[in-house]
């Protein structure tokens, strides 16, 4: 079995700063794409970044310049700095990983539970 936790959400003020943490833990061979989402109340979920095996990013416009995406693969882990934090960034946030298992030859994807990050006055 393959599970992803994630931690780091909570509540902050407009300006603060969070960094939200997805670590993947099971019988790993290779962790491929790593990504962050997010969904707000009444809202379809959507890509906020997200970083290739080769270290590439991909930021979602309303974010770039205020997020930072990171990997270290030795944890199976990713992180999101979030910086100069808005109210229209309320949501739960969730991590994805492309996965390939150990003795296997396919990668899936896998999700993590979600943390709710509320920024507020």
């Known amino acids: 079995q393959v599970q992803l936790v994630e931690s780091g959400g909570g509540l902050v003020q407009p300006g603060g700063s969070l960094r939200l943490s997805c670590a993947a833990s099971?019988?790993?061979?290779?962790?491929?794409?790593m990504g962050w989402y997010r969904q707000a109340p009444g809202k379809e979920r959507e890509l906020v970044a997200d970083?290739?095996?080769?270290?590439?990013?991909n930021y979602a416009g309303s974010v770039k310049g205020r997020f930072t995406i990171s990997r270290d693969d030795a944890k199976n882990t990713v992180y999101l700095q979030m910086n100069s934090l808005k109210p229209e960034d309320t949501a739960v946030y969730y991590c994805?990983?492309?996965?390939?298992?150990?003795?296997?030859?396919?990668?899936?994807?896998?999700w993590g539970q979600g943390t709710q990050v509320t920024v507020s006055s």
């Open positions: 994805k990983m492309g996965i390939t298992r150990s003795f296997t030859w396919v990668s899936h994807d896998y």
């Open positions: 099971g019988r790993i061979s290779r962790v491929n794409a």
């Open positions: 970083i290739t095996s080769g270290d590439n990013t």
